[in-house]
């Protein structure tokens, strides 16, 4: 499937690797195949795993939903998603300083979501948080989940922010700020960077509930400090069963003095 079906062999083409497909095809182990990765160039390397991701997922898309891109379409993920990581490991991290040290409450007619999510390399799992609140700085609904099969930070954090957007929309929400720590996620939200990448579908998925639901709505970057109770959700959701949800109109304990402060933050 990764390396002979008739998709495989034109996008190997599209991306210039035809001559590493061949000699990954007359390799007869998997350890074999990993091997022969590895020692390829850094660039190289990453088209070829991102590639076989990109199948992967394509192949399970196709099965589940009956939706199928073009070789093109899958070429330009796969090298999108190359040139991101290229980059992202060029770069070094940079936090900006929130423009307020505490979280703060929503006008009288807005309600507002905070979002974040936990990422675990080793097992490519993770899990996320989410606390609708209002202008009283009451809690409305919070949720928070465990999820596998997750390859970045980035695609936890755009999962928790679709998690708590469709929170939101599910209690019929007409009004919402969301805000994350994660500055990639507001970007992708705010802008069509995103749309054609590895994670593309998940934006899709994201814009489009915006776009059908709310009168009014805006996706902003804060730091940390501003986003402490979705954080402690988001750890809390690590503990959940796999594929498990907990939504409710209550917070967990071990929330209680995270939200106290920021009600007295806000006096």
Not at 191 to 212: A, C
Request: charge should be negative; hydrophobic fraction near 45%.
């Amino acid at each position: 499937m990764f390396f002979k079906c008739r998709v495989a062999k034109l996008l190997c083409r599209l991306l210039g690797m035809e001559a590493e497909r061949v000699e990954l095809a007359s390799i007869r182990t998997a350890l074999g195949a990993v091997e022969f990765i590895l020692k390829a160039r850094e660039y190289k390397k990453l088209l070829m795993v991102i590639a076989l991701w990109i199948i992967w997922t394509e192949r399970n898309i196709i099965r589940e939903e009956g939706r199928r891109r073009s070789a093109q379409d899958l070429a330009r993920c796969v090298e999108l998603y190359a040139h991101e990581n290229l980059e992202q490991s060029k770069t070094p991290v940079v936090r900006q300083n929130c423009r307020r040290s505490h979280w703060t409450k929503p006008p009288v007619d807005i309600l507002k979501l905070n979002c974040d999510a936990s990422f675990h390399s080793d097992s490519g799992s993770g899990s996320w948080g989410a606390l609708i609140r209002d202008s009283d700085g009451d809690s409305v609904l919070s949720g928070r989940g465990r999820m596998d099969h997750v390859f970045s930070p980035f695609h936890a954090e755009l999962i928790a922010c679709l998690q708590g957007i469709q929170m939101a929309v599910n209690l019929g929400i007409g009004r919402l700020r969301v805000e994350s720590d994660a500055q990639e996620v507001v970007k992708a939200i705010n802008s069509d960077v995103y749309d054609m990448s590895v994670v593309g579908h998940l934006v899709d998925e994201i814009k489009s509930l915006v776009f059908s639901n709310f009168i009014s709505f805006e996706c902003v970057h804060v730091g940390r400090d501003c986003n402490r109770a979705a954080h402690e959700l988001a750890a809390l959701g690590h503990l959940c069963n796999e594929g498990e949800e907990v939504i409710t109109n209550s917070i967990p304990d071990a929330l209680l003095v995270i939200v106290a402060n920021d009600l007295i933050a806000n006096e």
